[in-house]
């Protein structure tokens, strides 16, 4: 039974208005999912046929063998700074591939390709196994997410809204399928986000009425760029769980409210892992 504490949390409006923003956040997610990952298949494709095509291969020629610290350089900005002459992220067996390159030809020029590709130049390779970019496209997917909490998900479903929506803004394509301007600062995705980080971050799990609203607002808008996703089927029936959820025409369950909860939790967590890796490693470079 539920102490007298808790009962008046749940009870509470503003409580009710977090949950409902993050159902909001979660349904968005679920409507972006399909045009994400259609996406960066697409361009996994076409690295790889590129690749062949460009270097003498035959088509289909792929590579497993090289994990990122292979095809990362020592030292690269923000993965591996070298401290005292030791490098905490590549491996002393990468030495050899880092030297002589990819053996198919393959992951030096698909790592290119990513990079060309990113809006800022700046892929998080600490999030991706580089041995799984010819056979899963999410690890592609991986490299164009902020650079902390990704490294473990290994689809769209265990990826959370922020990381989906990161690659759209991050991997230059999508403005072909996008009609607002993704290199403005307010685009509808990057107002997107920071109702995502309102909601995740929120110390006290509750939404004002009128931030609610306007919550809605950002990511119905979100959902109805009329370039693609205004005529795309899981971005409009997200939408409408929207606008069920503005209406209070939607039932919210106890499952509902566990989905909220856990996918904050699971934010916290990726963030709190990260920060003490981030230690561990500077402790590590001052022994």
């Known amino acids: 039974m539920a102490t007298p504490l808790y009962s008046s949390k749940l009870?509470?409006?503003?409580?009710?208005?977090?949950?409902?923003?993050?159902?909001g956040v979660l349904y968005t997610k679920q409507g972006i999912e399909p045009f994400v990952y259609d996406e960066i298949e697409q361009f996994q494709q076409k690295c790889l046929s590129d690749i062949c095509n460009n270097n003498g291969l035959v088509a289909g020629t792929t590579c497993s063998s090289c994990c990122t610290e292979n095809v990362i350089v020592c030292p690269t900005n923000r993965i591996c700074n070298v401290g005292r002459g030791k490098c905490k992220f590549?491996?002393?067996?990468?030495?050899?591939?880092?030297?002589?390159?990819?053996?198919?030809?393959?992951?030096?020029?698909?790592?290119?390709?990513?990079?060309?590709?990113?809006?800022?130049?700046g892929p998080s390779y600490?999030?991706?196994?580089?041995?799984?970019?010819?056979?899963?496209?999410?690890?592609?997917a991986k490299c164009f997410m902020p650079p902390d909490g990704y490294k473990d998900v290994t689809d769209a479903a265990e990826t959370d809204f922020n990381g989906i929506n990161s690659v759209i803004i991050n991997y230059k394509a999508f403005q072909a399928k996008?009609?607002?301007?993704?290199?403005?600062?307010?685009?509808?995705?990057?107002?997107?986000r920071e109702v995502g980080k309102a909601v995740r971050h929120s110390p006290q799990l509750e939404v004002?009425?009128?931030?609610?609203?306007?919550?809605?607002?950002?990511?119905?808008?979100?959902?109805?760029?009329?370039?693609?996703?205004?005529?795309?089927?899981?971005?409009?029936?997200?939408?409408?769980k929207l606008q069920q959820l503005q209406n209070d025409t939607l039932i919210?369950?106890?499952?509902?409210?566990?989905?909220?909860?856990?996918?904050?939790?699971?934010?916290?967590?990726?963030?709190?892992?990260?920060?003490?890796?981030?230690?561990?490693?500077?402790?590590?470079?001052?022994?």
């Open 11 to 23: 009870s509470g409006s503003k409580f009710k208005n977090w949950i409902k923003a993050g159902l």
């Open 90 to 121: 590549h491996r002393n067996s990468a030495t050899q591939y880092l030297l002589a390159g990819c053996p198919n030809k393959i992951c030096h020029n698909f790592k290119k390709e990513i990079q060309n590709a990113h809006r800022f130049c």
């Open 126 to 140: 600490k999030n991706t196994d580089a041995s799984q970019w010819c056979s899963n496209a999410w690890e592609v």
């Open 178 to 192: 996008v009609q607002d301007d993704l290199s403005k600062k307010s685009n509808i995705f990057e107002q997107g």
């Open 208 to 240: 004002e009425d009128t931030d609610l609203q306007q919550y809605f607002t950002d990511l119905q808008n979100l959902l109805s760029d009329p370039a693609y996703l205004s005529a795309n089927k899981a971005a409009q029936n997200a939408k409408t």
């Open 252 to 287: 919210i369950g106890k499952d509902d409210i566990r989905d909220v909860l856990d996918d904050v939790a699971k934010a916290v967590q990726d963030k709190i892992r990260t920060e003490i890796d981030v230690h561990r490693i500077e402790a590590e470079k001052k022994v």
